[in-house]
């Protein structure tokens, strides 16, 4: 096509749309009576009036001289002025002159393109000054006026505006709503609101730009905008269409809303029906006598005979004899329907009723008068053809071009009821068409309510008085109808207005559609705008068509099948014309050929069909007959047959393109006649090489051979089947001898027919496409993958086969990891090297660079040209696995048994496996996409190569996902999930999407039983579903909610996944039950719902599928996955019999619970019904499907009932999904991982792991840490208020009530962020089932803290209880201490100046006055721990020696982290445990090489249990060293933990801080813990040594030590006198030289005062500090700012970072005091060194709030005093409570300073004081406040250490979990280590394990559950060992950990001293963990908390 023919067809296009788009409502009635007089205003050449007006503007009539081009393009451009702005719906009488009509633009200034060739406004020099237009007039003819008023002036610059105006409000492209907004809001501000109804809304585009149609949706949304008065332009506005379609516009809305304003509004439509329906009557009569009602190329024809005859004087019609007269297909004007044309100017000026227009329904009917002609020229019938499809479209709102993305999305259900109106009536067909219900042709559509005119009629019948025998009502012809029957849209123009309305690719669909249901498909299409015909060669290229060939040769049958894509299939071609009108249907005689059980053809007979069809005349429709290979074929081979719509007098060209395609002509003629018209043509076919069959109408012979190959056929008063028969067999002679064969490729070759494929766009990316299918198209198909596929074939296969043996690992596991590691490694390498195939190359370089439209194009045209390419391999390797699959069911069902069965079972693998080679397609190009990215990301190659981008991949795959594209889920071939491809790829389509929310619908089946046919009809999808192309594996794809739906659902996309049959009998042999099992596990898992598709009635074959499907539900409960299921039974015979399906639901029930039983035992569930399982409704989730075909393939069409089915399917999914949520892509890419990393280790339930699960719990872990952290912050603060009053006898009781009445507030707060937390957030779906534990956790948390505090409180109470003695004491001594302060002041003033003399006398005082106090109390001496500790020993008979020995050595204090504990055994006991070790070694030896022929002493790693070695004796190192066995040495540490434990315990419950120290307490440990030894050995193999008990002693002693000295010293603190008094001593002397230098009482006091605010200020300030530190650590430092595996990250960070062997092997002991000392450290780090000025300004800033709280309380109690009486000690008590709660003021005597009276001078002394306290404060260090009473490091070791500390069975990793008791959460840490760093050794040997359990529970290996138990438990079912196994979650991680890694090689030797063990043998260190770095170690406990 050349760029002219291009150019034309795209403005056709356009036109096409805009006419569509600019439609509007009153354009229904768009012509009306002409009156006599007035201008013309016609389109139609008229002769020149005799008076009134000038003759050059007026066209010549057909009698004069032609034309030339000026004065045609003149006249054409006049006749468009008077057709489309005078004859609208509305415009003014014609003996009315039309009013100037003056236009006001306003609007947006950039909405338009001012210029001289802007039509509308050619410049902007004058602005809101009223500008007649000549350029309008010229155009148009009328005068209009315009006015500038863009930029909406104000007011002021209005000029006046007169009645006939209108608006047009500019707005631009994607600013709709904004500016029409905007726009109106102005004009009725400014002009008022009664001119809104003026103003028409035209939105302005650029020419390549699209309409927005998301802005027009919101614009359309507005209750004020009306589609009426809405218009599209260029912003040029230089198209005169565009400027007369929008003045056709805004002339109708003038008037309408004249019509409004003036009360007048009528229906001009009925006006003018009523006005003229007696002369209409006769004029339609005469029109359409002789018709019937039939359509299609036959129906609107009326005989050419009686169209040529003329009309009588009196207007009379001569009519035809027969009774079934056709309307003629060029006779357009004869339709009825919507004709917009008048009467020509010379027949209005005659005043005549037959040359008035006649006007039914809204449309106008001429009279065509032969002496008279309407028209004369065939451009007139072509204005005439636009002007009538304009309307069509309009009545059917086709408005643009439409894409299938439109139809992808998920809108409301179907209309399956007889309510479908005229605007829904195109969705309808399609969304009917989708679900392959070929009855969407016969969509019934709801009836226009009766018109005015026939309500009048039907009211006169009824009134009208008329006798009984008076029949002249009956037999009259003028008889009234209800015309709205005829106003349907016929149904082929809705089929071919959509065609013309849609895409290349919707047209393409909808075609394809239209071949699957049999219908015949559209092959010349006239352009009704032009006089092109199109050829849509494109539309076919994805039909394919299978028939079956059968020949018979020397008495034998041979059938042979064939499928291939339609466009290549060289078949006959038997083409159907039609010469003249005939009674017979062309359409209907053609379906008897092919199909007489469906209309392939619509004709005239059919439902639905009306006498107007505008969009059929000259198109040929094609259709295919296709043989089964049965005797009762009509043909042997595939026939093609065309239909040429029309007569073909008047559409010659196609008839000759067709003539020229066909093997075989059948012409139908009305009669065989020389004189006909139709001779010549006749003659002429008759005289070419064609064979011809002529059916004539006016003879009744049967068929007759004229000549070879000349057929003749007589059709009258013969019946129609027997007219086909004879055709069939004249037919099958033609075809059997030599003929020519069509194919529909050749099309393109034909002048003269545009083809649809030769568009730019298309083009291009077909010539995309070839480049890759040069490369390959000479090649057999499997080595094309071979070579330029080569990443997918053999290489992807062992990578998978590699990956799964690391699951199964046996024997030197890491060693075997690593070599399974490293040649997985090796494959991604070759696949790299291998991975820049040329093809690969060109494809991924078209994606990257093609426009989206051609990237379209260009992979349809892919994937077309690949499956052309092995068509004709797949035909025969189809048909020989056909048979070969029968030979093996008839065998089977024999119970063959023989040899034979088995040869053809491996014969039909064979054939499996060549289809399988012979299948390509754009799946497997997609695929090679992801191994290519797989490979070069595992690597982690950089990018050297642009061109071979391959980090794109990603992209541009989820941009064809985004876009309709299936992708590859699971690779069938390899059967295994690509994670890191599709991981990738689902992220890239988050990055574009946003992480929406998807609703997962999978769907499970056996083969072949229509799942894919299923998803396709019910969701418009794109899932391979031709013969040869079952899906393998599973594919995903994306389906958008509609815009209208979106708010009925909690998600916004269905995912679709779509999968291989189960039980595939290709799969039998190789992969077995495992696959079956394994696919539906994985797909049931993914789903949110999954439909179970079993097909066909055998119970046989569903008691396969719902074994493994039920097997699948109950893996899911056991994971906490909870999908739904729908039961879809397929190909059911009769789905209407309710008590049969009953009965059928009952039995699935019944076997679903047998199932369910059977399923149960194999997964150790205990439950006995399906229902157990998951929620399941037998009588709502089980759906019958009728059987798909209705008939016998391939001629069959598809069962309406099986659409009906699918629609009633898709509601109840779609019910169903209302109530969930769906999923969250991310969630969906997570659980992706979760389930197929599960599935790898085969045991599925005890291997899965809910990443995201964990992932939200770990979230909530944090929020869980937040609020107790909140609620332990503010109870910190209440116990600081408290404390210091308690410690000052302030306050001797505290009630519960009291402290939960403090805390109510924070706890509100924290239970509102909770249930916030829980209903708000974004996993609130997955939050839920912990919600109630951790709302409990909560609350306990609170009740406990309450508690806590309460019994911290109280002992303080005690205390002060304790020694309320002394507190008499010290009021009694300060008392003392004043008054002789003051007596010795008073004696000693003489001294003031001399500080020596003053300190020297004040002692000597002070000696006195501490004898004479203390006279009657015993002082509290210090206690001697170590000496009591001997003596206690000693008493219990342990020799002194030990004692001494076990003291010097220190042996005791790490008694609990010792590596072992062999030197405490007696040796007796060792040598005999030693012999039976050795003995059961031997016998296991034995028993291992019976069982699996190997000389191991190991079933594998962590088989048998382990020994520790001896510390004190020297054994060959091929030895064994240690008697004890791994369990045994664990069970005496755990033993050292409980006795500490329970020591500590009981001691801290001793009264030593109220009472004092008592060495019984010691005495009473030492019994408990030799008691406790005692208990311990009995029953054990081995008795302890006197060493142990005494070092265990020394231990308890050890660890009680400090808590003794500590609580001593607080007794003594408090009940001393003389430590009371030394401390007090200084005091004194400051009060008693204070007194010397002759200060008064008032200053006295006030530093007395200062002195108790100091210590207590200060006091506050640390308490208050170390709070504020530890809160604000606790919510920004990184290692305490999340939850307990976070912290647990930083610990083993810090430990890598310092690489001290010491820390670690305390850390591996007891984790609990390592990350104590952790805090510690990190807290010390953080106030003295990182953050120290941040911790000072804490300190500052606290220091500061004090002095603020000290001054104010201060000003208000000295003010309090001013006015009012009180005395000293009235003023301290109130001075005291303003204190409160911040500051607690010591009590203070005021019995020395009674005559203070001056409160403001006090106050100054005070402030005086205050300063230098402040100034003291302001220099306290944070040494200070790390010794203060709240430490910051202790209050975060109890908020971080109050969690789990469980240790794992195998390895000792300490649980991470926050909580502490966290039922029924399983123990889990994701840092497993190799078991030998805590000691674990080969049983009978000295090698340390080196295996991690993450890996051993992956493996085939076995462990002994206890040490001395022969049973051995698989790792993969560990739990099912029971007791502590039961309790963990442990999951494959295929050791990824490299820490631990790092830890053993960097600390090998230390390992191995301590354990006195080697890495050695089986545990030797495999060389590559030497390679990992501090580094490496670090950053993989980041990537395992990632995880």
Known sequence: MNSHDAQHLENSDKKVQDGIKNMSASNAVTSELTETTGSSTDDIPSPTETTGSSTDDIPPTANETVMNGCDTQHAERRDKNVQETENISGSPPRNEVTPPLTLVLIGNKNSIEIGSKNILLDHDQEIHVKEFSSRLYDLLGHQISVINMLGFPSIDMIPEILEDRAFILLVSNDQHENQYTSGMQWLEETLGKEFSSYVMTVVTHDDSEEISENELQKLKAKSSFSEKRYHTCTRSMMDENEIIRLLTKIDAMVFESRQK??????????????????????????????????????????????????????????????????????????????????????????????????????????????????????????????????????????????????????????????????????????????????????????????????????????????????????????????????????????????????????????????????????????????????????????????????????????????????????????????????????????????????????????????????????????????????????????????????????????????????????????????????????????????????????????????????????????????????????????????????????????????????????????????????????????KIKDEFLPCQGQLWSNWCKINKDLHHLKGDIEKEQHQKRHQLMKLREKQCDVSNSKLMRLFTQSLQSVPPKEREYFLTWTQILIDALSTDDLSSILQNYDETWSEVLVLKNKHDK?????????????????????????????????????????????????????????????????????????????????????????????????????????????????????????????????????????????????????????????????????????????????????????????????????????????????????????????????????????????????????????????????????????????????????????????????????????????????????????????????????????????????????????????????????????????????????LRSEMLNIENQLYPRIEKGQLDKVELSYLNKEMAKTYEEVTKSMTAYFEDDKDKEMLVQWRGRFENKIKEFHEELVRGVKRKLDEVIQQNNARKMLDKKKTEFENKLLQKSKELAHESKAMAENEEDLKRQFNTVWTNLEKDLTSDTKPIENINLEEDQQLVLLDLGVEWGLIDESKRSKRYKNLSETGNYFGYITQKKYQNLNEESQQSQENKREADKNTSGQSKTFLGVFQQWFGMASTTQHVDESKPKNPLQYEEQELIRSFVKKVVKECLEAIKSKPVATRGYRSTYLQELAKNVKQRVTEFESGKKFTFKKEFTVDLSLHVFDRAEGWLLNAHKIYRDNNDALTYLDNKKNEYYNIFRSFCRGSSSTVVFGEIICGKLKVSAAEAVCNKTGVDIAGEMRSNFPAFSENRLNLEKHVLASLAEKEDFSRFTTYIRNPRAQVEAFIKEEVKKYMFTTQKVKAQNILKKNVEDITRVISQALFEATEKFKHKKGNIEMWVEEFSSKLKPKLILDTVSCQNFSDINSFDFFKEEIEKSLESITTEMSKLSLEKVNDCRQKPDQILIDQLCNCCWERCPFCAAVCTNTLKDHSPEKHSVPFHRPSGVEGWHYRGTIDLVIDFCTTLVASDMKFHPKHDSEQTVPYKRYQTAGGKYRSWSITADNSMLAYWKWFVCRFQKQLEEHYEMKFQGSGEIPHYWKSFSKKDAIKSLNEMCRL
């Open 261 to 782: 304003t003036e009360g007048k509004e009528t229906n001009l439509d009925e006006t003018l029906r009523t006005g003229q329906k007696e002369e209409s009557e006769n004029k339609l009569k005469e029109s359409f006598d002789g018709e019937d009602s039939d359509m299609n190329d036959d129906s609107r024809e009326q005989s050419k005979e009686a169209g040529q005859k003329k009309k009588s004087e009196t207007g009379t019609t001569e009519h035809d004899d027969r009774k079934d007269l056709e309307m003629n297909d060029e006779d357009r004007g004869k339709r009825s329907g919507i004709n917009t044309w008048e009467p020509s100017q010379e027949s209005k000026t005659l005043q005549h009723s037959s040359t008035q227009p006649v006007i039914i329904s809204g449309a106008l009917y001429m009279n065509w008068n032969k002496e008279k002609p309407l028209y004369n020229s065939s451009a007139e019938q072509e204005k005439m053809l636009r002007k009538e499809t304009e309307m069509l479209f309009e009545r059917l709102e086709l408005t643009n071009k439409w894409t299938p993305a439109e139809f992808l999305k998920i809108g409301p259900p179907i209309k399956q009821t007889n309510e479908v109106s005229e605007k829904d009536l195109v969705c309808t067909f399609l969304q009917r068409l989708w679900t392959l219900d070929y009855r969407a042709r016969y969509i019934p559509v709801q009836q226009i309510p009766s018109d005015v005119s026939n309500s009048k009629a039907g009211l006169v019948s009824k009134t009208k008085n008329t006798d009984k025998g008076d029949f002249s009502a009956l037999y009259s012809t003028n008889t009234e109808s209800d015309q709205s029957k005829n106003n349907h849209v016929h149904p082929m123009d809705v089929q071919m207005a959509v065609f013309h309305c849609s895409d290349s690719f919707l047209k393409q669909k909808m075609i394809t559609k239209l071949s699957q249901c049999q219908y015949a498909l559209p092959l010349l299409v006239p352009d009704p705008l032009s006089t092109n015909i199109e050829c849509p060669l494109w539309t076919f290229r994805q039909i394919t068509k299978t028939w079956k060939i059968s020949t018979n040769k020397e008495n034998a049958t041979t059938v042979t099948m064939k499928s291939m894509p339609i466009y290549k299939a060289k078949t006959p071609m038997v083409s159907f014309f039609r010469l003249g009108s005939m009674s017979l249907s062309k359409s209907q005689l053609m379906n008897a050929l092919i199909n007489n059980r469906h209309d392939t053809f619509f004709h005239r007979n059919c439902k639905g069909s009306t006498k107007s069809c505008y969009l059929m005349d000259g198109v040929a429709e094609i259709a295919w007959y296709c043989p089964a290979g049965k005797d009762n074929d009509f043909f042997t081979d595939c026939i093609a047959f065309c239909n040429l719509h029309g007569d073909s007098l008047a559409i010659g060209k196609q008839r000759e393109i067709l003539t020229e395609m066909s093997s075989v002509i059948v012409v139908l003629i009305p009669a065989l006649e020389k004189s006909k018209e139709s001779s010549t043509i006749i003659e002429t076919l008759y005289k070419s090489s064609k064979p011809l069959i002529i059916l004539s109408a006016d003879n009744d012979c049967t068929a007759v051979q004229m000549e070879p190959q000349k057929y003749k056929i007589g059709l009258k008063e013969r019946s129609q089947s027997d007219v086909s028969e004879e055709l069939k067999k004249i037919i099958k002679s033609l075809l059997s001898g030599p003929h020519t064969s069509f194919r529909l490729e050749t099309m393109a070759k034909i002048s003269g027919v545009k083809v649809d494929e030769d568009q730019k766009v298309c083009q291009n990316g077909k010539s995309a496409a070839m480049e890759i299918i040069e490369l390959i198209e000479r090649m057999d198909v499997a």
């Open 898 to 1270: 023989s040899d034979k069965l088995k040869r053809k079972q491996t014969e039909l693998e064979l054939w499996s496996q060549k289809l399988q080679s012979a299948t390509f397609g754009l799946e497997h190009i997609f695929r090679e996409m992801g191994q290519i990215y797989e490979a070069h990301k595992s690597l982690k190659k950089p990018l050297l190569d642009k061109q071979h981008d391959w980090t794109k991949y990603p992209e541009l795959a989820a941009d064809l996902m985004i876009s309709g594209h299936p992708m590859e889920l699971m690779d069938g071939d390899a059967g295994h999930v690509p994670l890191i491809w599709i991981s990738n790829l689902l992220q890239e389509v988050i990055n574009k999407l946003g992480d929406q929310r998807v609703f997962v619908l999978s769907v499970l089946g056996v083969q072949s039983s229509g799942k894919s046919t299923m998803l396709n009809a019910m969701f418009g999808l794109q899932f391979a579903v031709s013969a040869g192309r079952c899906t393998k594996g599973a594919y995903m794809q994306l389906v958008k909610l509609s815009e209208e739906n979106k708010d009925k659902y909690q998600f916004d996309y269905i995912l679709v996944v779509d999968t291989e049959g189960l039980r595939a009998l290709e799969l039998a042999d190789n992969i077995t039950l495992h696959h079956d099992n394994e696919l539906a596990t994985f797909v049931v898992g993914l789903g949110n719902m999954t439909l179970i598709n079993i097909f066909g009635e055998n119970p046989a074959d569903m008691q396969d599928v719902l074994q493994i499907v039920v097997q699948a539900f109950m893996r899911m409960k056991k994971v906490k996955l909870s999908p739904s299921c729908v039961f879809v039974h397929q190909n059911v015979t009769d789905i209407t019999a309710a008590e049969k399906n009953m009965d059928g639901k009952r039995r699935l029930q019944e076997k679903l619970d047998k199932m369910t039983q059977l399923a149960a035992k194999e997964e150790g569930c205990d439950v006995e019904c399906f229902s157990d399982v998951i929620a399941f409704d037998v009588q709502k989730d089980v759906k019958y499907f009728a059987q798909l075909w209705e008939g016998s393939p391939p001629m069959a069409p598809p069962n309406p009932g099986y659409s009906e089915s699918i629609q009633e399917l898709k509601s109840i999914i779609l019910s169903k999904a209302k109530q969930s949520t769906g999923t969250t892509l991310s969630h969906f890419s997570t659980k992706i991982q979760d389930l197929w990393n599960a599935l790898m280790n085969e045991h599925f339930v005890f291997s899965f792991k809910n990443t995201q699960e964990i992932a939200v719990y770990r979230k909530l872990e944090v929020q869980y840490g937040n609020w107790t952290w909140a």
